[in-house]
């Protein structure tokens, strides 16, 4: 689910349109052209942009790069970015040297019109000469004219009046370039070049004063207090930067988009995608060695150093007793755990995630009802998407995002159900309309057996743990029912117990629910029976008989079971060998051989292998795996509520299917007495 957004964040409203600001259409002849720089000069000027983010706010959704284009909303109305390529009729292909030096370090356009500040040219005017030089012969040199028209701006009166920047200049612009501070070392002097300058961080993380000025650009003076002190912007919390974590930590970050805290998302994903993942090692250790050496802002607390420590078994004490603690477990568990610890390089951990711990809950609200996405970096090329969670109640979002804020001694101040009402009119986020409804978990709390559902939905929830005497491999009922049953086409618990008891083809019988759960715990778990009168097998049944609610024996349940793929696709097992390398393998291990926390416990089950699902079970059959793998596998793939889950083509679920389902695990001897009636399906391994 969450993560922290500690980029960009949309540029403010005016914030990021990073090089030529809204509408270079009138161009002079003014002087000539400088000669064509060399090979090593327009490959640094690469780098440059690369460092600037050019790409990310000068390239329109599926335009071309540079081209300009993409829209950028702001209380006085929208622009657009411009076309930065060196076409001669609508780029600036015609700008000399010494126009291009006066756009980026003064806001002024080859015909004299004041650039908005959605171009961060305040931030630009430190570059240095020779850096300036290489950057331009990078635009005219390195990249292949397009020609596009550039979008009119739509600015409201009295903004779309220009002169007035003139004044803004006159009050707020700093053309002085950068000056190293003789007191202090290369590294540190390299970082503050780059945050001060191109990355213009400042331009998200500072705060604003009334004329919508950067309260500060650089540390020094009275003002240096505010830099890069955090700021919302857009609906998101850019959060201070200053000490930010260790300098190993925030180079992680900024080069692989997640580190041991947090994970990148929002417009921070965007950065790290185009710009900071390219920068050399050495760049990014210098940033974060500038960010570390900034002492606190004022009310700040130290960022921590070394992540909240997880201790095996030690959960808030109000997880499975507050209705905040069961929606959590309801819709957030799978991926970001019980103990908050989430899942390394996949899903964020929620324990000491900043984004959840700072003042403002703005990201926290934004993402949990509109969703996000990691960065694709080269180091985790895979991108984890968090779906929104619009379809929710406020009240019920407002309980859940207070108990993560509270929970692991996050210690963060509640959420109401006010401010995610005024956050989901600001946003207007496209929900969820489809008809399946889940039973909320946290309703559970009302009945008068609550604490006897309660166990029951955890025995479903922590199987292994709580009957370690009757599981024999790694599995949680969970494990194949997500969402503690409650994901339609996940096979859901949602009605299942108004049908037993029921004939079992398998078993050619009349059999109960009892006899049921014990074939889960025999032929999936690898392990012994539950007694049918004892304690926890009445409390799985009244967990079930509560998920019944209305249903009948004569309904059917909408998303009930896993549903059906068809049987006429042909497997090829070694394209899904690819599907599960590419796709399976960062949750279920290379081998197979499941993902588990530090401490040794399972996070996601092995596969295959001796600690897998027996091989009596329905995951081991093709058909059943692949419609299971259709609707519910990968988790994260993308936005689909609650889990993202599902994605691959029909063709790769049957593939990787076949791939995984014949790999090797433990034998079940009484499949001798399967099928005594019945005819065995066609995908039986026995």
């Known amino acids: 689910m969450s993560s922290t957004d500690t980029g960009r964040q949309i540029r403010r409203p005016f914030a990021g349109l990073v090089l030529m600001g809204a509408a270079l259409l ?6 000539t052209r400088a000669a064509p720089a060399d090979g090593a000069t327009v490959e640094r000027g690469r780098y440059l942009a690369q460092a600037g983010d050019c790409v990310a706010c000068h390239t329109a959704d599926k335009g071309a790069p540079m081209a300009g284009g993409r829209g950028l909303e702001t209380p006085f109305g929208k622009l657009y970015s411009t076309n930065i390529t060196p076409d001669r009729e609508t780029g600036i292909g015609k700008y000399s040297f010494e126009q291009f030096d006066r756009a980026m370090r003064k806001g002024v356009a080859a015909d004299g019109h004041n650039l908005y500040p959605a171009m961060p040219y305040p931030s630009y005017a430190r570059m240095t000469a020779d850096d300036m030089q290489a950057l331009y012969a990078y635009l005219m040199q390195g990249l292949a004219p397009v020609k596009q028209a550039n979008k009119p701006s739509d600015m409201h009166w009295p903004f779309n009046m220009r002169w007035g920047l003139s004044l803004w200049n006159w009050a707020f612009l700093d053309t002085t370039p950068f000056k ?3 007191k202090k070392d290369p590294v540190w002097n390299r970082g503050a070049y780059l945050v001060q300058g191109l990355g213009h961080c400042g331009a998200c993380h500072t705060p604003r004063g009334l ?3 950067e309260k500060a650009m650089g540390d020094g003076g009275p003002k240096g207090r505010h830099f890069l002190a955090g700021e919302t912007v857009e ?3 850019a959060l201070s930067l200053r000490g930010l974590w260790t300098v190993d930590d925030t180079a992680r970050f900024l080069k692989t988009g997640q580190n041991r805290f947090a994970a990148a998302s929002g417009n921070m994903a965007e950065v790290i995608l185009h710009s900071t993942q390219h920068l050399k090692d050495e760049d990014l250790v210098a940033i974060a060695t500038y960010l570390k050496a900034l002492p606190p802002g004022e009310n700040e607390l130290p960022v921590p150093t070394v992540p909240r420590k997880v201790v095996a078994g030690a959960l808030p004490e109000n997880l499975y007793s507050s209705r905040g603690g069961l929606g959590y477990v309801q819709f957030c568990v799978d991926c970001h755990r019980q103990d908050g610890s989430g899942v390394p390089k996949v899903f964020p951990p929620l324990a000491g995630n900043p984004a959840v711990m700072t003042k403002d809950p703005a990201t926290l609200l934004h993402i949990v009802l509109t969703g996000g996405q990691t960065a694709a970096t080269a180091a985790h090329p895979r991108a984890f998407a968090m779906p929104g969670f619009a379809r929710l109640k406020d009240a019920e979002l407002a309980e859940i995002m207070s108990f993560v804020r509270a929970g ?16 989901r009119a600001a946003l207007d986020p496209k929900v ?3 008809a399946f409804e889940t039973p909320r978990l946290a309703d559970m709390l009302s009945s008068p057996n609550a604490r006897q559902l309660v166990r029951g939905m955890r025995l479903h ?3 292994r743990d709580l009957l370690p005497q009757n599981v024999g491999n790694a599995l949680n009922c969970t494990s194949c029912h997500l969402n503690a049953g409650t994901v339609a ?3 859901p618990f949602v009605g299942v117990s108004a049908f037993f008891p029921g004939y079992a083809p398998r078993a050619g019988r009349v059999i109960t629910l009892e006899d049921r759960i014990n074939g889960c715990f025999k032929r999936s778990m690898n392990g012994k029976p539950l007694p049918p009168d004892s304690p926890d097998m009445k409390a799985m049944v009244a967990y079930f008989d509560w998920m019944k609610r209305e249903t009948r024996p004569e309904d059917k349940v909408p998303g009930r079971g896993v549903g059906k793929i068809d049987r006429n696709i042909q497997p090829d097992p070694e394209n899904g060998r690819k599907v599960y390398a590419d796709q399976c393998a960062v949750c279920h291990g290379n081998d197979g051989e499941g993902l588990r926390q530090a401490d040794g416990r399972y996070v996601y089950p092995p596969l295959w292998g001796d600690a897998s699902f027996n091989i009596g079970a329905g995951m081991a059959r093709t058909y059943t795996a692949a419609a299971f793998v259709k609707r519910n596998m990968p988790i994260g793939f993308h936005g689909k509520f609650p889990l993202g889950q599902g994605g691959l083509s029909d063709q790769e679920a049957v593939d990787v299917a076949e791939y995984f389902s014949h790999q090797p695990r433990p034998d079940f001897a009484e499949k001798a007495k399967d099928w005594p009636k019945d005819k065995k399906p066609a995908d039986a391994r026995y």
């Open 26 to 31: 009138a161009l002079t002849s003014g002087p």
């Open 180 to 182: 190293p501070d003789p």
């Open 211 to 213: 004329a919508f000025q």
């Open 235 to 237: 609906h998101w919390r």
């Open 408 to 423: 692991w001694g996050n210690g963060g101040a509640v959420v109401n159900a006010d401010q995610v009402k005024k956050m």
């Open 432 to 434: 969820d309309t489809s």
């Open 461 to 463: 929830l922590e199987t």
């Open 489 to 491: 086409d996940g096979s």
